[in-house]
Every structure is written in C-alpha cells, then in structure tokens.
C-alpha cells in the first residue's frame, strides 16, 4: 500500500531482551517521527529524522533507545535491555518535508515486554 | 506541567447534539496547532489545522485563543462516527516535533 508501513505488529518479549522495530515511510517523504502511546494517553515524542539524520532525539527516554535512518527512507527503532516500562504502542510517521504539520501514521508497533 | 493539557473526558453526547472542548499549552511561543481524531486502537489522523482567526470544516470549528492560550474544537449535529478521541497537538516556533496533549474521548449515544 501507499501508506506508513510498521513491523512487526505486535512484539513480545522479555525483560532485558533487544527489539528493534521498522518503519517504511510513505515513499518522498523526508521527515520521519517516532513516537510511543501508553494506553489513556497520547502520542510521546521520541525523535524526528530529516532525511538521514536525526533532527530532533529529546524525546529518547534514555540510551537504551536508539534509532536510524541510513538511507533516509526506512527507519529502525533499536531498544536494549528492555524493562516491562517500555510495553506501549511504537508509533511511526512520516511528512513530505517536516513542519506541516500533517503526520501520516502507521498502525504501529504493539511492545510487550513480560 | 503539561505541555498541552486536556479534559480526558468521557464526553456522552446523544446524537444531534452540539459538543466542545477545549485544550490548553503552556508554551507562548507555540506556534502552530492541529487537531488529530484517533479511533479505538487505529491510528491518530489529521481532523484538521487551527488558525489564528477561526475556521470551519464542515460540522467542526476550531477556534484559537492566543492570550489565553487555548485552542477549542466545536462539533455540531454530532454523529456516531463522530465517536472517537480528539487529540489537540500544538508546535513551537523553530521546531518541527508536534506535541500531542492526552486526548478527549468523545462517545456519541443513539
């Protein structure tokens, strides 16, 4: 399809494991968001890539997460030594240019970590 | 403090009637604000941009008070698909990250 594609779709794994999650953009589109949601909550930003790099990670809660985006286009969300906290929708999105304000979404990546 | 705050609800609106809410930011350098819809466990979806002197799409109003620093969603002739939660989201100036407040869960009764 045409639209912001996440895998996997749901995830679950153990404390302390490493996951990472993917995310492909809507093809020509240069701005790239993270974000995670918690059940009763909104959208948390973690960090916004502009082409392939990473323009804004203030919203990274700590060095267990990283991201990428190499070739500007698909982007992998990396979380080590994950603890039972980070279990949340992974949100990805994606913008023509960044700025608009109009985020496309995917249907996200589901985390559960027992 | 939030950034952008909202009332969580739950609204219960029977169908037809006319519901608002409002949201409030704490930064008075936001520049730019948006409401998202998102549906039961889908997505969040652009409902449609805020500006400075109001505007209208259809059944919706947004309506932006920079003083007071608080941006409204009115809908009228509410329907059942109408049922969702209304997201305010709020930029800075410089800043591409949107900002989202916890959301407003809207149900429409028949």
């Known amino acids: 399809g045409a639209g912001v594609s996440q895998t996997p779709s749901n995830k679950v794994t153990e404390k302390g494991k490493y996951v990472e999650l993917r995310c492909d953009p809507i093809?020509?589109?240069?701005?790239l968001y993270w974000y995670r949601q918690s059940l009763g909550q909104g959208p948390e930003f973690l960090i916004y890539?502009?082409?392939?790099?990473?323009?804004?990670d203030s919203g990274l809660p700590n060095d267990r997460f990283f991201a990428v985006r190499p070739e500007g286009s698909v982007s992998t969300l990396k979380i080590q030594r994950t603890e039972r906290g980070d279990s949340a929708v992974y949100l990805c999105?994606?913008?023509?240019?960044?700025?608009?304000?109009?985020?496309?979404f995917g249907e996200g990546s589901r985390l559960t970590v027992l | 403090r939030k950034e952008v705050e909202q009332d969580p609800g739950p609204f219960n609106v029977p169908e037809g009637a006319t519901v608002a809410f409002n949201c409030t930011y704490s930064n008075s350098a936001s520049q730019s604000f948006f409401w998202y819809r998102q549906d039961c466990r889908k997505e969040p979806k652009l409902l449609m941009s805020?500006?400075?002197s109001g505007n209208e799409d259809g059944r919706f109003t947004a309506q932006l008070n920079r003083a007071s620093q608080y941006i409204s969603l009115l809908i009228r002739d509410s329907k059942l698909s109408d049922s969702a939660t209304y997201l305010c989201?709020?930029?800075?100036?410089?800043?591409?990250?949107?900002?989202f407040g916890t959301g407003t869960r809207l149900t429409i009764i028949p």
């Open positions: 989201v709020v930029t800075n100036f410089g800043n591409e990250k949107l900002t």
């Open positions: 999105a994606s913008s023509l240019t960044g700025g608009t304000g109009e985020l496309f």
């Open positions: 890539f502009q082409g392939t790099g990473a323009a804004d």
């Open positions: 093809s020509g589109h240069t701005a």
């Open positions: 805020v500006y400075s």
